[in-house]
């Protein structure tokens, strides 16, 4: 283990604005990569940082910015967390590949333990660990059908799981994620998702119609036994933080059990405290059958995760599961590091505590501006979502308008939902509360204009 404590870094927890945004530094930046990397992969923000951590990312020009992103969901302990830095620096020292294939080390099971333990449902669990979310949606889908011996995979509206072949097909997204990629995976087939603010007979009902109507079209479209999987995120990420409607997971959960369909969580974004509990399943007493996670397991390094039911996960033939990369060491210290965090800082309160100053405020300026046409999530997983006022209609253009104002202020927020008019919210957990207070503020200011 690791001998002597590093000091923790972090840039001093201020909003400090000292050119234009993006200054010229990082304009300059932005043109030697124009010239090396393609446009098809975007930046939301094309300031190029230097430091960060707590609540704040540094820039080449010296400014510093409020962070409302955590870099999509990832460092939910915070940047460089002195926990990860000290773990992952003993050990690069030590060793930092050998291929889990080839020959094993301990803390890729105590990462696979740890997470059988954690995840939703006390059942007997197996764990094998990959790079990436769309790598574990993937792999979840490959056993599922391994284990059922079916084909048929469903997925929901406004979903997101990812950009490999099988991963965007199960997207619901075309415009950026699927448009010219085709031809898709097979046998996937897509259901309505209980989206409240938009279902057309109101949220009160929202729940259980939407999920009649999708065990129906399941039953009639595919059939339920030749489903091997549903799939579904918990809360919606990318399709714009989306909650499903009470009733909505805990009856699509129980059509799965009663037909012997596989259940999987993708967890990839809710996971690790963000939502105010450490699984967003947790809400709803959802026990999945499979889970997958990435984004908040290691404060950055890549890693990710599916957790499954033993009697499912141990079916696969020797071999058939795995990868290169998979639980590299140094993204295991990293993971460990991430749950003792977790544990030692209360950062499951700790997201709850930040929703309940976010939501209040955020409902405050939904009162003052009719664009905010609907306010939710959980936790510190929160949004609002922009229409033109007095209807429903989406409005994108604003809302990158809105953006763009925040990013001039210093605030760091991202954009999501399927119609791209979703202002999302997604801070460190350890962000101090004045700065979380000074970001709605600046989100107040830029409504306000
Ligand atoms: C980000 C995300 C993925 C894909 O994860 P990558 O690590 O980008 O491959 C899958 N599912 C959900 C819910 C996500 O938010």
Not at 135 to 155: D, F, H, L, P, S
Not at 175 to 185: C, D, L, R, S, W
Not at 329 to 353: F, M, Q, Y
Not at 368 to 396: L, S
Request: overall charge negative.
């Amino acid at each position: 283990m690791t001998s002597q404590a590093v000091p923790s870094y972090e840039p001093p927890q201020v909003r400090r604005i000292v050119t234009e945004i993006p200054g010229p530094r990082s304009r300059e930046l932005q043109e030697r990569r124009k010239a090396a990397v393609p446009p098809g992969v975007g930046s939301v923000l094309p300031v190029y940082v230097t430091d960060a951590g707590g609540g704040v990312v540094v820039d080449a020009d010296g400014n510093s910015l409020i962070d409302f992103g955590s870099g999509i969901a990832v460092v939910n302990v915070g940047n460089a967390n002195a926990r990860v830095a000290e773990r992952v620096k003993a050990q690069v020292e030590r060793f930092t590949h050998t291929c889990f294939m080839v020959a094993p080390y301990e803390s890729y099971v105590a990462v696979c333990e740890a997470l059988n333990r954690i995840t939703p449902g006390d059942h007997d669990k197996r764990t094998f660990l990959v790079n990436s979310g769309a790598e574990a949606v993937e792999n979840a889908v490959k056993i599922a059908r391994y284990a059922t011996g079916r084909q048929a995979v469903v997925a929901f509206d406004h979903g997101y799981h990812g950009r490999t072949l099988l991963t965007m097909t199960l997207t619901a997204k075309s415009m950026p994620y699927k448009h010219g990629f085709g031809p898709y995976a097979s046998d996937v087939y897509r259901m309505p998702m209980a989206y409240p603010f938009r279902w057309p007979t109101g949220p009160d009902d929202c729940g259980p119609e939407a999920a009649a109507q999708a065990i129906d079209q399941i039953s009639k479209q595919i059939g339920a036994d030749a489903v091997a999987a549903v799939v579904i995120e918990p809360i919606q990420g990318e399709g714009g933080f989306i909650e499903p409607a009470p009733g909505f997971l805990p009856a699509i959960a129980d059509f799965c059990r009663e037909n012997g369909i596989v259940f999987i969580a993708d967890e990839v974004q809710t996971g690790f405290a963000r939502t105010g509990d450490l699984f967003a399943c947790e809400h709803e007493g959802i026990v999945p059958d499979i889970v997958t996670t990435a984004k908040g397991i290691a404060g950055g390094l890549p890693l990710a995760a599916v957790t499954g039911r033993a009697d499912l996960m141990d079916r696969v033939h020797g071999g058939g599961l795995g990868g290169t990369y998979g639980g590299n060491p140094v993204a295991c210290e990293a993971a460990l590091a991430v749950l003792e965090e977790i544990e030692a800082s209360g950062l499951v309160a700790r997201a709850r505590e930040i929703g309940e100053v976010m939501l209040p405020r955020l409902r405050e300026l939904a009162g003052k501006h009719a664009e905010i046409g609907d306010v939710r999530g959980r936790g510190a997983m929160t949004a609002i979502e922009i229409v033109h006022p007095g209807t429903k209609e989406p409005d994108a253009a604003r809302t990158a308008e809105l953006a763009r104002r925040c990013h001039q202020a210093g605030l760091l927020v991202l954009t999501a939902g399927t119609y791209g008019n979703v202002l999302r919210f997604l801070p460190p957990l350890v962000i101090p509360m004045d700065l979380l207070n000074e970001g709605l503020d600046i989100l107040g200011e830029a409504l306000a204009g």
